[in-house]
């Protein structure tokens, strides 16, 4: 399996992972924003914890660094990312790295 590393715009974190939810839970761990296990899908990670009101995370309107991007690709919450700058996300492989979103956003989620 091969992993895609990506370090945000600042230099201060780096990440890897195969696949998109484990990608991005992840980055959450190193953050310190996330008391979970690394997700393996999406729409879990979307449903389970980020539309949680007890879980800490609030909707935005704008991604910054560190923001959870679940998007719609090929239905609701098919793809998510993580924001490594103003509008921009990494995702898991090194063509999505400091991009903005590839798809139609579902949410965008900063952890309070």
Known sequence: MTLFTATTPDGALTLQAAVAPPFVS?????????????????????????????????????????????MDCEGPATHCCIGTGPDVVSCHNKNSKNVAPPCKADGIYRHK
Request: hydrophobic content about 40%; aromatic content about 6%; glycine content about 8%.
């Open 26 to 70: 992840h980055a959450l761990i190193l953050g310190g924003g996330w008391k979970h296990a690394e997700e393996d899908n999406c729409l879990n990670l979307w449903n389970n914890v980020l539309k949680d009101p007890s879980s800490n995370w609030s909707p935005v309107s704008h991604i910054a660094p560190g923001d959870v991007v679940v």
